[in-house]
């Protein structure tokens, strides 16, 4: 089934969030000329923000008929306020962030996914050289309740660290087969968005690179095993059924 614009923005309306760029079904938008805004919960994730900054600037979004404006924010709780707030309309967050927000009751639901299962690329300053090294030290996150306050709380307690004492959670605030095919022009793209150096950008593809979907398709072990370690970290009271925090009306059936 092909989703008109009117059905998108119908769905979306209702505080419809993804973990992924557009899917291409939306082509007949073609015709309507309105903008869709789209916002990720951060600038510097590699695979939250690069596939949608490479069809913006490879013109996929116009091939697919859909004007598209990109907006990063500080954060994927952030970002869920913003679209519930209807100031985007679709945004790419974390796998924390929908399960959260369901619990207070807004109507938010993942579409699809931009990377396979749960990941999360733990990036250290020079001398840091092994997971010991980073007790009595500071770990950046996006904020309180995020997808990377939540591995970093997890990392702590793994290695045996009391999160308040032995290691410091500081919040900051913080198309797949264009990637796949031409990683340097891809990292080109990126460094020249998210200002780093080249190199960073390549180092970081060939760490989230190969995590990339290459269809969208929604891993529900994934928000299980998620919504399992909110509960265990007290985030959650309790587990929320599955099948109400995402919908594949809107899952892309090709990349």
């Keep these: 089934m092909v989703a008109s614009r009117r059905q998108f923005f119908k769905v979306t309306a209702q505080g419809l969030v993804v973990a992924s760029a557009l899917p291409a079904r939306l082509r007949p938008a073609r015709a309507q000329g309105s903008t869709?805004?789209?916002?990720?919960?951060?600038?510097g994730g590699y695979s939250l923000t690069v596939p949608i900054l490479v069809a913006l600037d490879r013109g996929l979004f116009q091939a697919a008929g859909v004007a598209a404006e990109f907006q990063p924010f500080q954060g994927g709780p952030t970002l869920l306020k913003a679209r519930l707030a209807k100031q985007m309309d679709i945004g790419a967050t974390g796998a924390t962030d929908v399960p959260v927000f369901r619990r207070t009751g807004a109507s938010v639901r993942y579409i699809a996914t931009q990377v396979k299962g749960n990941h999360f690329t733990l990036n250290v300053a020079p001398g840091i050289g092994q997971l010991s090294d980073l007790k009595g030290q500071s770990?950046?996150?996006t904020v309180v309740g995020s997808n990377t306050w939540s591995s970093a709380l997890m990392l702590a307690r793994r290695e045996g660290w009391d999160p308040e004492r032995e290691v410091?959670?500081?919040p900051l605030g913080i198309p797949v087969r264009f990637i796949r095919e031409s990683?340097?022009?891809a990292a080109a793209i990126a460094a020249r968005a998210l200002k780093w150096p080249e190199e960073a950008v390549a180092r970081a593809n060939q760490i989230s690179g190969p995590l990339l979907s290459v269809d969208g398709q929604i891993d529900v072990e994934a928000i299980e095993v998620m919504q399992t370690t909110l509960v265990e970290l007290k985030v959650q009271k309790q587990r929320l059924p599955t099948q109400d925090l995402y919908t594949t009306e809107f899952t892309p059936v090709r990349v």
């Design 183 to 185: 990683p340097k022009d």
């Design 36 to 43: 869709v805004r789209i916002g990720t919960a951060v600038l």
């Design 168 to 170: 410091k959670l500081v």
């Design 139 to 141: 770990i950046g996150v």
